[in-house]
C-alpha cells in the first residue's frame, strides 16, 4: 500500500486544533489541488472563500450550531457551488446562458465540481500531517453566511473546511459494508440481503460506540440516521438555492 | 513537496487506456478508499457500481456520446447519489423518513457525499499508476442508464468514473488564476477586477490549446464555456430527479 492510500483510509475529522495559522504556502498548495481536481467540461463552477476575519469567524461558528472549530482552526476555507462565474461570461461574450445555469443539471455539477475540489483539498491537507473538518452547519442559515462573505446570486456556499495541526488523535468510523457499497453490474434490491447487511453493519458500529464510551453509548447506524432524518432539517433549502437562481427549471 | 500533493497537482483525465483488467485487490482498494471519505453526519449517502458486462459497457459508451474510452478501460465504476437505503433505514426503525430525503437539502448531501467518495477513489487509483477519466456524458439519458443499472427510485447514477492504465501521456489543463477562485473574507464581486482574471485566463488558455494543436485551435475558457451553456443540455434533468423521488421539497 503506498503513502497516498494510506493517508486516504487513515482519514478522520478532527474538531480540536491548535492555535497555529497555516502558512501562505500551505494555502497555496491547498487552493492549487482544489483546482487540480477534475471539473466537468471544463467548467470550474467554485469558488473558496478563506476566512481569517476573527468576528467573521466567531459569527460563523454560532450559525453552524455553536461548533467551536469553526473559529479555532489553523484556517477556515468555505466552499461554494459557483455559477455568478458563468454569468459574468454570458454578458463578456454576449451569449444567453440563463437557461442553463438556471437548470437542475448545471446545479448538479457546480455541487459535484465543488466537492471534488474540496476533497483534493482536505487530501491535500491531511497529507501534511494537517487535520481537517468538514463544516455542512454553515447551511444551517445560509442567508446570513451569504452576507457575511457577500456572495451574489448563483454562488451557495455548500461547507465549511476547517483544516489546522490536531489537538488530539481521533478514531476512524466504521464504514458500511464493502458488499453494501458496491454492487457489479446491477444494483442489489433484494431486501433480505439488503437488510442483513445493515443489520451487521448496526452491530459493528454499536461495538465501535460502545468500546469508544465504555458502554454508554450503543447507538446502531440506522438508529442514528433515522433519528436524524426523522428530526427534518434545512428544509428551506429548496426555496434558498432557487431564491438564488439555482435548480429552477 | 510531498508524493501525494504531486500526484493531485499532476492530474490529467486519460481517455484511452490498456486492454488490462483491474486486479480484485485493486478495485478493493478503490473502493474502500472512496469510503473513507468524509459524509454529512455519517449518511453515506452512495453506491457504486463496476460494470464489467461487456454489453452493459458498451451501451453505456453509446448512451454517453460514442464515447470509447467507457468500453475499454481497465474498470468502469458507477457513482451513485443513494437515498433508497434511507428508505429502507426508515422502514426498519418505523421512523418516518420520506420528508427529510425528498428534501433539496438532502439531495445536496448525497451529491456532495458521492464526489468527494469518487475522488478519493479517483486519487487512490492515480496513485497506484492508474489514469481515471470522469464520465459526465452518462447524465445524457439517465432513464436508460437507471434501467441497465437496474437502480431503485431515489437513486440517480451521477457519473462514471473510467479507470485503467493510460495508453498515452496527456496534457494539464490549465486552471482559473488563484486569485479568482479564491477570495479572502469576501467575494470579490467588483466587475472590473473580476472581467480582468478572465481575460488575462482566455490569455493563457488560448495559448495552450495554440501550442497543443499546432496552432489549429485557439479557443479561449470564456468562449469555450459560453457556447457550451448557450447550447443547453440535459434540460430534462429538474423532471428527471422528481420523478425518482429526490429534490422535491
Known sequence: MNEMIETILNHRSVRSFKDEPLTEEQIKIIISSAQSASTSSYIQAYSIIGVTDKKKKKKLAEL???????????????????????EVVGKMTGKDVISSIESTEKFMVALIDTALAAQNAALAAESMGLGICYIGGIRNNLEQVCKILKTPDRVIPLFGLAVGYPNKETTKKPRLPFEHVYHENEYCQDAEIYMKQLESYDQVVSSYYQER?????????????????????????????????????
Open 64 to 86: 453552524a450550531g455553536n461548533q467551536s472549530y469553526v473559529e479555532l482552526n489553523g484556517h477556515f476555507f468555505v466552499f461554494c457551488a459557483d455559477l455568478y462565474r458563468h
Open 213 to 249: 464510551t465504555m458502554g454508554k453509548r450503543k447507538d446502531t447506524w440506522t438508529g442514528q440516521i433515522a433519528n436524524m432524518l426523522e428530526r427534518q432539517s434545512r428544509m428551506y433549502m429548496k426555496d434558498f438555492v432557487q431564491s438564488k437562481k439555482m435548480n429552477l427549471r
